[in-house]
């Protein structure tokens, strides 16, 4: 059974941290790219920042200089760090695994992120 399970959201100050966490399991998961996605109330889901099974990493450019996504094979374990964070990023934050050649495709079921004074 395959499961992909966020933690870290949060209400956090502008300018603070937080850090996400996606822990994967039921499918082998150095094989799968991952990525983190948000989406705000009323917006479209949006991809925040990929990292591939041999660790290229791409981000918004909402994003860059800010969030740094990062994997650990060992742990299957995405994790997602952001920095500076604005009340713009304020959005359920999913986790999804992808092998394209293989047409999969999953989601967790999503973390808040609220970024408020």
């Known amino acids: 059974q395959v499961q992909l399970v966020e933690s870290g959201g949060g209400l956090v100050q502008p300018g603070g941290s937080l850090r996400l966490s996606c822990a994967a399991s039921?499918?082998?998961?150095?094989?799968?790219?991952m990525s983190w996605y948000r989406q705000a109330p009323g917006m479209e889901r949006e991809l925040v920042a990929r990292?591939?099974?041999?660790?290229?990493?791409k981000y918004a450019d909402s994003v860059k200089g800010r969030f740094t996504i990062s994997r650990d094979n060992a742990k299957n374990t995405v994790y997602l760090q952001m920095n500076s964070l604005k009340p713009e990023d304020t959005a359920v934050y999913y986790c999804?695994?992808?092998?394209?050649?293989?047409?999969?495709?999953?989601w967790g079921q999503g973390t808040q992120v609220t970024v408020s004074s």
């Open positions: 999804n695994a992808e092998r394209a050649a293989y047409y999969a495709n999953y």
């Open positions: 039921g499918f082998t998961f150095s094989n799968y790219a």
């Open positions: 990292i591939t099974t041999g660790g290229s990493t």
